[in-house]
């Protein structure tokens, strides 16, 4: 991707190599997020995570140079203010404002308004402070262990994020929640259907940035490989030995595919509802 001559959002903070990170709202929380997650359930009304939420399978990968770290800070700065114009943009057009998300790049653990965020749990959105947490890590775990190299695939990772705060500027996650106390027994279900919408959103970017010219030769096949390879069976397989579908809180790889690519083509926030 022709990403280093973008502007860079002015909405990222820097916590690399702060302990702790930086105690902001919602101090009284744990992280209970990771603690529903191991115990196989949904942590969404705390965290509205994208990737990976399974604390125990993480892999320990060698610490990524500060050089190589500090060019990944400054493409996902790029990222995230090329996420900011696409969505002025699409709001407008519906006739509403988009407020931009706020990114925290941090190491190790940091806080957060939904509670303590780690390395391990993989990058992710808190709708209580409208952030969105990334440990640059991830990139190189998803290069290695999800066999998902290439920056656009990175980028892929950051829009989905994004994608959350699309769903929460428009009130998804609100009605999301109401569903899922409406009816409990649906709450993976209705899980699925909200993640499988950020990636279409997620999409829906990369549709903008291929009318900017931004993308190369093989940046979309990066993306598609790299939603391919986190379906909630691709990771199950990889973790258990088996998967358990009634569990799937993201979808399937299939299913995180097709609604990328359905995104990508339509360039519509209207093909986005797989909630119908």
């Not at 806080?111 to 969105?132: H, K, L, N």
């Not at 939603?227 to 909630?232: E, F, K, L, T």
């Not at 199950?236 to 299913?255: C, E, L, M, N, W």
Request: aromatic residues 8%.
């Amino acid at each position: 991707m022709r990403w280093q001559n973008l502007r860079r959002s002015s909405n990222i903070e820097d916590r690399r190599g702060i302990p702790g990170g930086i105690i902001g709202g919602g101090g009284g929380l744990i992280a209970v997020g990771v603690i529903v997650a191991l115990l196989g359930g949904d942590p969404t009304p705390f965290l509205m995570e994208g990737i990976n939420r399974t604390i125990q399978t993480r892999t320990q990968t060698s610490p990524i140079p500060k050089a190589e770290q500090d060019e990944m800070f400054h493409f996902s700065a790029a990222i995230l203010a090329s996420t900011e114009e696409t969505w002025h943009d699409a709001f407008q057009k519906l006739g509403g404002q988009y407020t931009d998300p706020h990114m925290v790049v941090f190491s190790g653990m940091t806080r957060s308004a939904c509670g303590q965020a780690v390395q391990a749990m993989g990058p992710f959105y808190c709708p209580f402070d409208e952030t969105i947490y990334l440990d640059l890590e991830f990139f190189q775990e998803l290069r290695t262990r999800h066999d998902a190299p290439g920056d656009f695939a990175q980028a892929y990772i950051i829009a989905h994020e994004v994608g959350h705060h699309v769903q929460n500027q428009l009130g998804v996650l609100d009605q999301v929640q109401a569903a899922k106390a409406r009816n409990p027994h649906q709450a993976n279900a209705i899980s699925v259907k909200t993640e499988l919408m950020a990636d279409c959103l997620a999409g829906i970017w990369a549709h903008e940035t291929q009318e900017r010219a931004l993308l190369e030769n093989g940046d979309l096949e990066e993306a598609l490989r790299a939603a391919s390879h986190i379906g909630d069976d691709t990771l199950q397989k990889q973790q258990r030995g088996y998967i358990v579908p009634d569990s799937f809180t993201h979808g399937t790889s299939a299913q995180r595919y097709a609604w990328f690519k359905k995104g990508f083509e339509a360039g519509d926030i209207k093909a986005c509802n797989s909630f119908e």
